[in-house]
């Protein structure tokens, strides 16, 4: 029994020690530590950022085709369906030719008709010249044959051009694709009556193909001067969210669109689509790979919005840097607000353009007990 208790005051001897100890530990870390155990704090490197500008685009069909009416009348036919691939010359919908037909006959019999009385011109022009010759009828008889023939020569140039137009209208009545592709849009029906007096009717719009495609984006003023032909491109789309398109820059246009006082650009990028997952009309985040600065100083984001709070700055006069960027570095028991200038970012690091920053200075990215701002990036 006495071995038992003298066990017992060991054991009890030993847990005093290790407790001290742990006390004794922190007590002295957290003399040492100053406002660092207040703050998380990533550091400035040197490195390089690629630069990126974001924007929204539009996908569309890299050709696309709206195939009309020439003519007027009712549909009686309609072969293509939305997604039905269709060739060049392919029949795609009817309209009624009986009228057409009606014409052309009427357009060839006219013609006929003078062609026939241009032989009986030419017959009584030979026959009155011989008379003319032999004084038998006068000068003007024979001009007024001359004059007959002259004009139903005319006459018939003209109903050949409208017996051209008559045939050329019957053919319109068989509406057939121009290209090879895909019908992306039809507006047609069996019954419809088109009218092409005034305005084309637009039945079918046809995507030539949807393997490759165009992205419309629109790009700020601010932004246009970085972007080029030839830069890269990636960007994502709401159906496939985890999933990364490319694509390249081929053209900038210089044409500005100005909507609430805001100006952008339009900058047109071939994609490639080899499973068809993109659809016309798909909306896209775009980022443009527009360049790379090297041997930059990178401040993480979080230190550039990162504000500690009002008991961390009772030493610290922040009147002098109002309007101005502030990043908080820790000296000792001190913090102190550094002025920044910053350009390009990628999101998780800006470039410093100016400001008392150096590769391995460390810079608050947020406090330990929230305010946490690290969604903005930094450096581990």
Do not use: C
């Not at 392919?90 to 030719?97: E, G, S, T």
């Not at 050949?160 to 137009?165: D, F, H, K």
């Not at 509406?175 to 047609?188: K, L, M």
């Not at 629109?218 to 960007?235: C, L, N, P, Y």
């Amino acid at each position: 029994m006495k071995q038992f208790f003298t066990g017992k005051k060991w054991l009890v001897a030993v847990l005093i020690l290790v407790v001290g100890g742990v006390v004794w530990a922190f007590r002295d870390h957290k003399n040492a530590g100053g406002l660092d155990r207040y703050f998380v704090t990533r550091p400035v490197v040197r490195g390089d950022l690629e630069k990126k500008v974001t924007a929204t685009g539009r996908l569309k069909a890299l050709k696309t085709v709206h195939v009309g009416a020439q003519v007027s009348g009712i549909i009686t036919e309609v072969r293509a369906e939305f997604n039905s691939r269709v060739h060049k010359g392919d029949i795609l919908a009817q309209i009624d030719p009986a009228i057409y037909r009606a014409q052309v006959l009427e357009a060839r019999s006219n013609l006929q008709k003078i062609r026939t009385q241009i032989i009986l011109d030419r017959l009584a022009l030979k026959r009155d010249k011989d008379l003319f010759k032999k004084h038998i009828i006068a000068q003007n008889v024979f001009d007024q044959d001359q004059g007959k023939l002259s004009m139903d020569l005319a006459n018939q140039d003209e109903l050949t051009a409208e017996l051209s137009l008559a045939n050329a209208n019957l053919r319109y009545t068989t509406i057939r694709s121009p290209i090879d592709g895909i019908v992306i849009s039809r507006q047609v029906q069996v019954g419809q009556t088109v009218t092409a007096a005034f305005q084309t009717p637009k039945l079918f719009t046809i995507a030539q193909d949807l393997s490759e495609m165009r992205l419309d984006t629109r790009v700020s003023e601010s932004d246009i001067g970085d972007v080029s032909k030839g830069q890269r491109v990636t960007f994502r789309v709401p159906a496939y969210p985890s999933r990364i398109f490319s694509g390249q820059v081929i053209m900038v246009r210089v044409h500005p669109k100005t909507v609430s006082h805001v100006v952008t650009y339009d900058v047109v990028s071939r994609v490639s689509n080899p499973d068809l997952a993109l659809k016309p009309g798909m909306t896209a985040l775009v980022t443009l790979h527009v360049g790379i600065l090297r041997g930059v100083t990178l401040i993480p984001n979080g230190a550039l919005v990162f504000r500690p709070s009002e008991k961390f700055l009772k030493s610290v006069d922040l009147s002098a840097y109002r309007h101005k960027t502030l990043v908080f570095r820790i000296a000792g028991n001190r913090l102190i607000p550094v002025p920044v200038e910053t350009g390009a970012t990628d999101g998780r690091v800006s470039v410093a353009l100016s400001g008392d920053l150096h590769p391995g200075d460390r810079v608050i990215v947020r406090d330990r007990l929230g305010n946490d701002r690290e969604s903005h990036g930094g450096f581990m």
